[in-house]
């Protein structure tokens, strides 16, 4: 096995696996093997940085690059028309959701976006190459990622597809991490899971382990902390919701609460629960208060709040509904992200608190 590598990248590499240790993103030593053995800078020669509104490209040659590269944060690695459009994920956020997985020797593993392969490559520390398989929508990142692999000593199959379309030829997979941002889970990419098969993937604003049961159906609890990937998007597009140019008559009334509200991080997620798809703007005013709040979704609905004054549009009133689901909030004492749970079947998707059967106001989608 090749790795350009040297002592000072293995001295960084232990103490980001001794960081991610004390931190409880990092639990097994089987994991920990993978971090301090697995070459984050070969994966990850560019990443880019924006100062003063532009995006700087920062290589090994620039100064700070290696502590970055070995930090425990996210990398922007790629740009297209000034959008970021790719990301080599936060260490402690990947780890923590690989040890979710429960990976045991011998299982087959799959993973949806395939990004810069250094997620990649540390399953197939953790596996062998032979099984994993991995899918990316970008041909670009997918021919570079292989690449990156193969510097790395492995071979395992890189796919340049759609993940949201499912793995070709339904691998039967033993376990399965996605590492971009869904609303609506795609059920064809769980067709190639194994009955009692572990799923773990971004929805909304969380990070949800399911497991596949009877039936096909996955249900499972999210984990405890935030989850912030770039949205799934198709090839050359960003995965942003577009502002919609004509969202029709508006009607308006009075706000019941206050828009700043909207700031609380576990509400946050529970925005994101309740709304699925979504943008949303903030204008300050010059002492850096939020004066006035735009929501809008895929279907074309749009709230504009400004001090006390709605307005609405669209055939979903998006403000009607985050009240609503900020007064089941305050109801249930503002519950952690952990007590939430999703359920999802072939045709639908909803989301509980505590229990199944408990769901949350307005939280139900179809594929």
Not at 42 to 54: D, E, H, M, N, S
Not at 273 to 298: C, I, K, P, Q
Not at 303 to 320: H, I
Not at 330 to 347: L, M, N, Q, Y
């Amino acid at each position: 096995m090749s790795r350009p590598d040297h002592q000072a990248t293995r001295t960084l590499r232990a103490a980001l696996a001794q960081q991610l240790a004390d931190d409880g993103s990092l639990r097994s030593p089987e994991w920990r093997r993978a971090v301090e053995e697995t070459p984050r800078h070969l994966y990850v020669p560019v990443f880019y940085r924006q100062v003063k509104g532009a995006w700087d490209p920062v290589t090994a040659e620039s100064p700070g690059y290696f502590d970055a590269v070995y930090g425990n944060e996210a990398l922007t690695t790629q740009v297209v028309n000034g959008r970021a459009t790719s990301s080599s994920s936060q260490p402690g956020l990947m780890l923590e959701m690989l040890e979710a997985l429960g990976i045991e020797d011998g299982d087959r593993v799959g993973e949806g976006a395939t990004g810069t392969g250094y997620n990649g490559g540390l399953i197939c520390h953790r596996v062998g190459d032979r099984n994993f398989i991995t899918i990316e929508i970008d041909a670009r990142l997918s021919r570079l990622a292989e690449k990156r692999l193969r510097a790395d000593g492995y071979s395992p199959r890189v796919v340049a597809g759609d993940a949201r379309k499912g793995f070709p030829d339904n691998p039967m997979l033993d376990r399965l991490i996605v590492t971009c941002g869904f609303d609506v889970f795609p059920y064809a990419l769980a067709r190639g899971v194994k009955h009692g098969g572990v799923v773990v993937c971004p929805l909304g604003w969380g990070n949800a382990r399911l497991v596949m049961g009877a039936g096909g159906v996955l249900n499972g609890r999210f984990l405890a902390h935030g989850s912030y990937f770039m949205k799934a998007r198709d090839e050359g597009g960003s995965g942003s919701v577009a502002y919609p140019r004509d969202a029709g008559p508006f009607t308006g009334r009075t706000a019941g609460i206050d828009h700043n509200v909207l700031d609380v991080e576990m509400f946050r997620f529970v925005q994101s629960l309740v709304l699925g798809e979504f943008g949303e703007a903030t204008e300050l005013d010059d002492d850096g208060n939020s004066v006035r709040y735009r929501v809008w979704t895929g279907d074309g609905s749009v709230a504009r709040v400004e001090g006390a004054k709605v307005r609405q549009a669209g055939p979903r009133k998006l403000w009607d509904t985050l009240e609503l689901a900020h007064a089941w909030y305050e109801k249930h004492g503002h519950p952690s992200r952990d007590r939430f749970g999703a359920t999802i079947t072939r045709d639908r998707q909803s989301y509980w608190l505590d229990e199944p059967g408990s769901p949350l106001p307005a939280c139900v989608r179809s594929e």
